[in-house]
Structures are given as structure tokens and as C-alpha cells.
DNA sequence: ACGCTCTCTGCAATCGTTATCAGTAGTTAA
DNA sequence: TTAACTACTGATAACGATTGCAGAGAGCGT
């Protein structure tokens, strides 16, 4: 009710204002016991808001991501926050993908947050030169462009992620490969496309224009941009796709349109998916461990935070790795009899 | 880098902080222009910490989750924070399940929040006493207990919940009918293995203490009560699961069994799951709108800041209803030629 | 007794804002 | 002309903590 300052504390004691601090900031005091007692007593709390004045450190962490219902970015969240520990608390923003949001958003953090670590949507969500103003450091997750060399960032092996997917399709002998991809001004829409193209290239598969859809990393995106790749002339026998909601979009596609995985087409997805293993039949994907991606990020925003450290800015990759469960097969596996999807030639042309 | 503040716009324009602070505020002042330009060229932003000391109010609200990375949680935190607005900042904190910590994290909450959302784990994850003493209004979610009329709290009708449930297997001719529920010292733990209960006494169906299986909320908990109902020598042919993980955790123990779903076992799992109409087959469940729970839970709370109002403490409850998909069906669509678990008679004794 | 270090103390300034208060014009009313 | 009102202003005291400073004792060696 009535808030109970540390002045009522030392008056309780006998003692100053400062000795109490003192005791509070873990120095030796003679009145040790007494001043314990009254706080106990009292049930006093030191005003976070006055320390933050006066120090101008807040011990605390904002992390802003597009959207927290999303395990995705829930996950990175969690790992951020055991990274915390005890020092730091974390602010958990939304941005709901909304650009004005996340520029109100980043100028309301001032003096509230030590720093900020940021999982952006797009690439130029904030204008890049508008971070300078922000007054704290930035952590990015998954996000480069031209002034990364100025933020610290922890990335995830987009490229390779697309082409284990890739290479795992082409050894099961498949040649009719597609992606379903992220926004191409996004880090990752960007990279797991260059990925993809990379490894069809290096295994000299030609490159169908078709056979890559553009889609907005959400549910229905993914659903939209599978149903285009089934109503092909010739539709591909394997699919990637470049996140996990647009993976379950696709996948109810595909359950829509009645198409069986794996007989009649190899599906995998990037980022894994909670209950992966209870779908029918099981999902591969292209996994990278999430939680600590987040630690990372918190880890190098503690380090930054140091005023001993005057560190360059830092770039951590964070490896990826093909789990295999039961959504690929070799694609002559199945015959064509009734098929749905295939109604081409096995070779085009 | 150097922080600027509102005495360096003062100078810079020639008139007193006084003024600066009340065209900050809204008021009219009459070097409006030359103040706003200042503001821009020095790229000032005010001080949250020293406007807290001042008002001794945040504008920020906490969201107190067990997990965030828990897909329920997430929708709480994200409902809270749509209805949050401009007005409020949320700052969402895990507690692990983790008394302790939730304990400490109240304390450091102190001056940094204005008011606290809260959904615990258990009732008594945190001494009922030591609430009066944080200082800041407290909104349970799914919580209630002796002390609740002190609280405020956001509800869901846990009874009803279990009653749609378990008459939906009565109404398809079930009789063995088991739930896998959650810890007991928990308010939705608790009440909906009342409801679950209450309709079974209703339909006058005799209790069977071996169909209740008191689990804890999570996924392996779920796997391993819905193992050790599959191996009761008589065991149920429709079973309620109590939350979405212990869902998700018997449904791989059912896989794994190889009992079939429907035709051997119907199943409805407590709240919805992401991505539940992709499972084979779509699985029905009972549910309720877990973004406006936390919608309704942050109106609740600004409505207590307010101090406009002095209300009682407020107790909203949210309806369930069960959504059908395609997880149950009679008990006698089965042959029990090569079941797995029917070895009993159908009619028990 | 004297200086010296050591440990602890209280005073007071300070962090960046906002709110109170007492002005100072300028306008209008009588 | 004076009074009353309006519309703004600047100086200053808070808000609740931390910290630099000077000083008070205590202990010790000479």
C-alpha cells in the first residue's frame, strides 16, 4: 500500500540512509542484524525505479520477436531467458510483424532495457540507420545485411540447412525437386533459396523456375504456395519448405489434396515441429537447436554489456542438422497407376 | 553513447526543463516547433526510470507463465499483450514451475511492474500469505483457492470441460471411459477430474479408480499414464486427456502401441492443439478461446489500476466447447479379432 | 602521546523527470 | 484605471536510491 523507502528503514534502526544502502549493496555495517530485521519487519523493497536512475543500468534484456505463439520463436525466448539467469530479467516484446509497432516499440525500451536482442521478420523492418539512435546494443537472431558488421548477430546455417534437404532428396533419386521459400528480404527466405539453388547446381540438376514459390513464412502462405506446386503440369516428387508454419500449410495441402507421403511425394522441413514425430507418416526437417540459439544471443548481450569488454561485433553460426524420420522416399517407390501427382514422364522432356 | 536529457533540449531551445516537460506532456508551450526540432536533432528520448521514480507508476504489466515455450502459455502471454495496447508495456517472466524462482521474481518484480498476471502450476507454488506483501495488484489465471476472493481471476469452466467430453463418449456407447489427469494440488488438475466425475456418476456409470490416472502436465507424464492405462487387463476404450501436452505425450505412447484411433480407442484431449487437424485422425478436443483468456485477464488488470475504480475482485469465467474432428467413434465399430487392447468382454462384468 | 592505517559512519550531491508555486504578460470586464 | 481572468513561464522541491567525501573511533607501533 503506502511503499516503504529505505529512509524509514534507517530511521527504524537509528542509522543513515547511506549505511542502509551500504548493507543493501552487501558491505559491512555494525547494525547488520538490526537493519536485516527492520527490512524484514517492514517488508521493505529497494524502488528498482530509483536504482535504475542512479545507475542507469536497468538488468534487463528486451527480446522482441514477430510473433510469440509461434514454438519457433517461443523456443528462442526460453533459451534467452535461462541464458539470463539471475542477473538479467527479460522484457518480452511482440511486434506482430508490424513495423511501426516494432519502431514505438524500440523508442519506449529506452531506459528501461540494458539492450535488446531481435529476431526481425524482414530485413529492413527498421531502417537500418535508425538503429544508431536506439541508445543500447542490439543483438540480432537470424537477420544480415549491409550493416551487420556494426551488430552482433547469431545466425543459423540457412545454406547448408537447404542443401542436406536438398542432398537427401537427389540420394533417394530424386530430380523433380522444389522449394517452398520465405520473403526474399528476409535473411533466411534468402539464404535457404541459395541454398536450394546451390545444391541442385553442384548436382547439375537443371533449375526450373517453377519449381521454386515464394510464400510469406505463415500457415497459409505455405498451404497456397504447396497447392500451386500440386497443380503443375508436372508437379515435383520432393518438397522443401522454408519454415515451419508454411510446412504446415503445405502439409494440409497435401492432406487435402489426398497425395500419400512419402510414396507420392518426399516432403522435409526447415526448422522442426513439435509432434513432427505423431504425423503420418513422421516429418523430416532440417533441425538447429533453438533454445540455444536464443542462449547464444543472450550470451553474447551479457558479454557486450560489460564495460571491461570492448569486443568487436560478434557472429555466431549456429550449426544445422537433418533428422530423419519417415517423409522421404525414393520415388519410384510408388507406381503411377493412381497417383495423383504424377502424370508427367519421369524425365522432363 | 552520451545520454541526453531534457535539460540539454532546454538549453538548446533557450527555455526552462519545465517547459520541455510539459510539451512532453501534452500542454500547449510556445517554443513548440523549435522544442520538437531540438528533441529531433539531439535525439532525446525521456528517461523511463526517472518518469517511474517521479509517478511512481511503470506502465508496464508482468505475464507470469510456467513455459513459455508451451504453446498454451504463448497464447495467454499474446492475448494479454494485444489487449495491453499502447498503453502498457507486458514483461513476460518463466517461472520453470520453479517455486523458488517465482518467489524471487516477484520480489525483483518490485517498482518495475504495476501490476502482475499470473498463471501458476500448482495453487501452491507460492505462499497464499505472501502475496499482500509484493505491493502490486495480482490477475490469476486458471487459478482459484481460499484466498481468491482477494483476487482478481480469469477462469475457464474446467467442470464443463470434462462434462462435454465424457458425455460425448457416453453418447457413442462407451462405458469404459478413463481420463489422464493432471496434478491434483492444481486448480484445472482438480476440476476436471470433478467434471470428469461428476458426468460419469451422472450417467451412472460406476467409478472405476483405475480409469483415473493423475499425471503432471506434461508431455511424458501423458506418455506414461496412457501406457499404464493400455496395460489394465480390462483397459478403456475412450479416454480424456487432461492438458495439451500430456495429449501430445499420449499419443506417442498410443502409436507406439499400434492401437488405432479411432476404432480402438477414442480419445479428446483438454485444450486445442496446434496443428491437431493434421493429425491422423484430426483429433477432437475440448476447447477454449486462450487469447481472449488473457485478453480478458490484462482488461481485469488495467480496469484494478485504475484508480477511478474501486472494484471488488473480478471473476470472469470463459465457456469451453468441444470441437468434434476425428478421434472418436462407437466402440463397436471394432472387431476385436486382432485388437491390442480389447481382451475383455465389452460389457465389464 | 603521536602518527598511521583500517573500518565504519553521516552528510549531501546526484541521477532525469514531474509537480507545485509564484510570477509575468496580455486580454477582457467593470 | 483597476481587477479579474487566461495562458504561459522559470525556479525549485520532490521521487528513492547510490556514492564521494570528510571524519570518528579503534588498534597498533614507535
Known sequence: MTTVTITQVAERVGV????????LSGNNVREEDAIREA???????????????????????AVIVPDIANPFFASIVRGAEKAAGEKFMVLLVNTDGN???????????????DGVIMVPLTEDEVAPTAFGKFGFPIVFVDRISKESHEFDSVLVDNVKGSRLAVEKFIALGHTRIAMIGGPLDSTPGKLRRDGFHAALKKAKIENNPEYFVEADF????????MTKLLDLDNPPTAVLSANNLM???????????????????????????EMATLLVP?????????????????????????????LS???????????ERGSCSNP?????????????SKKVK
Open 16 to 23: 543513515s540512509v547511506a549505511t542502509v544502502s551500504r548493507f
Open 39 to 61: 527490512i524484514a519487519q517492514l517488508n521493505y523493497r529497494p524502488s528498482a525505479a530509483a536504482r535504475n536512475l542512479k545507475s542507469g543500468k536497468t538488468s534487463t534484456i
Open 99 to 113: 513495423p511501426n509497432r516494432e519502431e514505438r516499440i524500440l523508442t519506449q525500451l529506452f531506459g528501461r532495457v
Open 218 to 225: 505463415n500457415q497459409v502462405g505455405g498451404f497456397a504456395a
Open 247 to 273: 510446412t504446415i500449410g503445405a502439409l494440409e495441402a497435401i492432406k487435402s489434396r489426398g497425395v500419400c507421403v512419402p510414396e507420392e511425394l518426399s516432403f522435409i522441413g526447415f526448422d522442426d515441429i
Open 282 to 310: 513422421p516429418l523430416t526437417v532440417v533441425s538447429r537447436d533453438v533454445e540455444s540459439q536464443g542462449a547464444e544471443a543472450m550470451r553474447i548481450m551479457i558479454n557486450r554489456l560489460d564495460p571491461n569488454n570492448r
Open 313 to 323: 561485433p560478434q557472429h555466431k553460426m549456429i550449426d544445422v542438422k537433418l533428422i
Open 332 to 344: 519410384w517407390l510408388w507406381s503411377s497407376k493412381d497417383s495423383k501427382i504424377d502424370q508427367g
